[in-house]
């Protein structure tokens, strides 16, 4: 059973997305004809960046944290870690940008891939609790509303 849910079915699951995402491309990007690729991390897609590559697209990945921790966490294998992570260093590399998700993971990343510091930028995804600090009490009306059903299907 821990073989099948951290190899099989991840595994599994993981190869059918890369190949549908990838095959996806090869259809639109000829189409549609784009100038440059947003790339998301996650999903991560390591054949997003070879679909890329192949068609001589420029691409800005953003980063929501360190991937190689992520599956380390989820029980994938070192193998896979090791692929993963050999491709996610060519895509700094050849990517036009980095676009991180925090400061803090700005740094991180610097600190591992020092020839990709020129390119990586910061645009936290939070909300600043500086200036937007959560309401101290809730008001009469919007306590009922949140305590009344808002689907009651046998209700006239």
């Known amino acids: 059973v821990q073989f099948y849910r951290f190899f099989g079915y991840s595994f599994l699951r993981r190869i059918a997305s890369y190949l549908f995402m990838f095959l996806a491309l090869l259809r639109c990007i000829p ?3 784009p100038k440059v690729a947003y790339v998301r991390q996650m999903p991560y ?3 997003l960046y070879i679909s890329c590559k192949i068609f001589k ?3 800005i990945l953003e ?3 360190i991937f190689e921790e992520d599956m380390e ?3 994938s294998s070192k193998l896979s870690i090791s692929i993963h992570k050999i ?3 060519r895509e700094f590399i050849s990517s036009i940008g980095l676009i991180c998700t925090s400061p803090v993971l700005k740094k991180k990343i610097c600190r591992r891939n020092t020839n990709v510091v020129k390119k990586i930028f ?3 995804n939070g909300v600043n609790s500086n200036l937007f600090r959560p309401l101290k009490y809730y008001s009469e009306k919007a306590s009922r509303l949140l305590t009344q059903p808002i689907f009651e299907p046998n209700r006239n």
Request: no cysteine; proline share 14%.
């Open 31 to 33: 189409k549609f004809k």
């Open 45 to 47: 897609n390591p054949l």
């Open 57 to 59: 697209l420029p691409f």
């Open 73 to 75: 966490h989820t029980g």
């Open 122 to 124: 910061s645009v936290p």
């Open 63 to 65: 980063l929501n944290g």
């Open 87 to 89: 491709i996610e260093k």
